[in-house]
């Protein structure tokens, strides 16, 4: 009886050392992270951006062996399809909450995460847009909304400050694409001017399809303007920078968010030499973990950044992270981490004030120069370059 109690004492003993030894008997567990984008139509090439900046984030930390809980985790990306349309966002966002994801990577533009907010916020889940400039997305209350790179507010003060003080522009002509971002971006940027003591001289409207600015731009070239502030993304911009060049319009063409990208260059081709436009955030070469970022994309995907994998990858980790600081992929236990997070980032430090939004932004601003976007100097939150 005795001997026998000994050999199972002793089997436990060693049933327990084995347990206790690093990738021994540990228990493990697949934790879906979701990523949310346009990846069909015409942003499609910003969609996957977004998500091989996600993927690869994914795959550095799977690298890591987490151990969240007591469990080893592995994370697992779900992309889904948003078509940049507001309707298929929320849908989208349901899918994603009832396929049960601890956490959200999107969306990418304002208009789809606006209303997709609600439905992560209803299930209590986290949602980190790697864009969604419009400040509109984190001002509806909800806790559950974040973003890793500055708002359209700031962004709009700060161009229009470069227009009159760098450009020296005086008569500023404006369009927009009544889009959330767009229409929002251009009336911050008109906002600025006003607080300036500058008046805008034209004030135009296409929508997000628009192909062929001839009438917006015959009537500004009307008014002589030396200045048009596009409130749209790039693969709008490039014609409306060819049809400029076309019609014999000298005026500098500016944007602020979505205009820095090597379609805009591909599109525009020699008439989108002169472009000047404003982005959120540092210079890929001056982000802090921007040039090994680099590397490791066109290592894994053999193409160039598009626009903003670098934000999406960060994205995605700052989300992990407050996982391993609350030692849950609860959200309503990480949740509180989130909110309260500094994460040193590929883009940079990255902590939230109290709507979700990104403490202290840096912006950029870019000149297409030879047929490359060139930075001219770093606004906001960074130091002045």
């Known amino acids: 009886m005795k001997k026998i109690t000994l050999s199972v004492l002793n089997a436990a003993i060693l049933a327990a050392g084995f347990a206790s030894a690093p990738g021994w008997a540990q228990k493990s567990e697949t934790v879906l992270i979701g990523l949310a984008g346009p990846l069909t139509g015409p942003s499609a090439r910003i969609g996957k951006d977004l998500e091989n900046g996600a993927q690869l984030a994914i795959d550095d930390i799977n690298k890591q062996r987490p151990v969240i809980g007591g469990k080893a985790i592995t994370f697992k990306l ?7 349309d507001p309707r298929t966002a929320v849908a989208v966002a349901q ?6 994801v601890a956490g959200v990577v999107g969306h990418w533009n304002t208009g789809t995460s606006i209303p997709a907010a609600r439905v992560y916020h209803d299930a209590g889940i986290a949602q980190v847009a790697p864009v969604a400039t419009g400040h509109a997305y984190t001002r509806q209350g909800f806790d559950t909304s974040f973003r890793v790179m500055g708002h359209d507010d700031d962004g709009g003060q700060l161009a229009g400050q ?18 959330a971002f767009g229409q929002g971006l251009a009336d911050e940027f008109i906002k600025s001017l006003e607080a300036q003591g500058v008046k805008i001289i034209d004030r135009q409207y296409v929508d997000e399809k628009t192909v062929d ?24 911009a490039a014609p409306l920078a060819r049809r400029m060049k076309q019609l014999g319009i000298n005026a500098t063409l500016m944007g602020a968010g979505g205009f820095v990208s090597q379609t805009f ?6 008439e989108g030499e002169g472009v000047v436009a404003l982005e959120p955030g540092l210079p890929v070469d001056q ?8 590397q490791a994309y066109q290592s894994r995907y053999h ?7 670098p934000f999406a990858y960060d994205a995605t980790r700052v989300l992990v992270a407050a996982m391993e600081k609350a030692d849950s992929v609860d959200p309503a236990e990480y949740l509180p981490a989130l909110r309260a997070i500094s994460y040193s980032g590929v883009t940079g430090q990255i902590a939230f004030d109290k709507e979700g939004n990104l403490q202290s932004p840096s912006f950029t601003v870019y000149k297409v120069v030879d047929g490359k976007w060139q930075p001219q100097t770093v606004l906001g939150g960074g130091a002045a370059k």
């Not at 779900?78 to 940049?84: K, V």
């Not at 470069?162 to 889009?179: G, M």
């Not at 731009?217 to 200045?227: E, F, Q």
């Open 303 to 309: 193409t160039h950044i598009e626009l903003h994998a």
């Open 265 to 270: 260059l591909q599109l525009a081709q020699k």
């Open 78 to 84: 779900q992309s889904e399809d948003d078509q940049s």
């Open 162 to 179: 470069y227009a009159l003080q760098t450009l020296k522009a005086k008569r500023i002509a404006v369009i927009d694409d009544r889009t």
């Open 287 to 294: 982000m802090p973990g921007g040039k090994a970022f680099e």
């Open 95 to 100: 899918r994603l909450v009832d396929n049960e």
């Open 213 to 236: 600015f001839s009438a917006v731009l015959t009537s500004i070239r009307s008014k002589n303007a030396d200045l048009i502030f596009f409130g749209g993304v790039d693969s709008q």
